[in-house]
């Protein structure tokens, strides 16, 4: 579990630097460069991933049942991940009106995949990490938020046809990775 909580506190700890100190890091990008910084910031976030899923594969191996969740909560958790997909895909999708609207759907999609993880597993280690990515969603999302209305950014929207587009490239992408993919890479089947 040490593993997990080091491979966390890395990888979200680095992404957070925006979130809790943006002047610090926008002195770092004046010091090391804009190339520097964010050269810096990929080495570590990848070993903080690294060692996240290092760290999780391990915590597997030693299951703690905190809950069972219903199985009702499985299939939600297929929709909030459905929902999630969309929205990762508006974060891409030019001129949709899902960004428009949200302003930052990758930290909204994060925040309904963990959201959604944190109700259909029930180990210690699926609290430590989905628990973990929903309370910095939730945090960076909201201080993303407060810092575009500072601003005045709003996002374009553009023609109909790019949310379209948009709802089923994510639509698509949740169905290789549901059926596909997740048993793959996490050895999990979500529809069992």
Do not use: C
């Not at 909030?80 to 960004?99: D, E, S």
């Amino acid at each position: 579990m040490a593993m997990l909580i080091l491979g966390l506190l890395l990888f979200l700890g680095v992404h957070s630097v925006r979130v809790f100190a943006d002047g610090w890091r926008t002195r770092q990008v004046a010091r090391l460069g804009e190339k520097g910084w964010k050269g810096l910031y990929s080495i570590l976030s990848i070993a903080g991933f690294v060692l996240l899923v290092w760290g999780f594969g391990l915590a597997r191996q030693h299951p703690v049942v905190v809950w069972v969740p219903p199985m009702a909560l499985r299939h939600l958790n297929a929709l909030f991940t459905l929902l999630a997909f969309v929205l990762l895909a508006a974060a891409y999708v030019p001129g949709n009106a899902i960004k428009a609207r949200i302003g930052h759907p990758m930290l909204a999609a994060v925040k309904l995949w963990a959201f959604g993880h944190l109700l259909a597993a029930g180990m210690l280690h699926d609290i430590v990490l989905f628990g973990g990515f929903l309370l910095w969603a939730v945090a960076d999302f909201m201080v993303s938020r407060r810092r575009d209305r500072a601003a005045g950014v709003t996002y374009p929207k553009g023609p109909a046809s790019r949310t379209v587009i948009t709802v089923v490239v994510g639509m698509a992408a949740w169905a290789v990775f549901a059926f596909w993919l997740h048993r793959l890479i996490v050895g999990v089947s979500p529809f069992g």
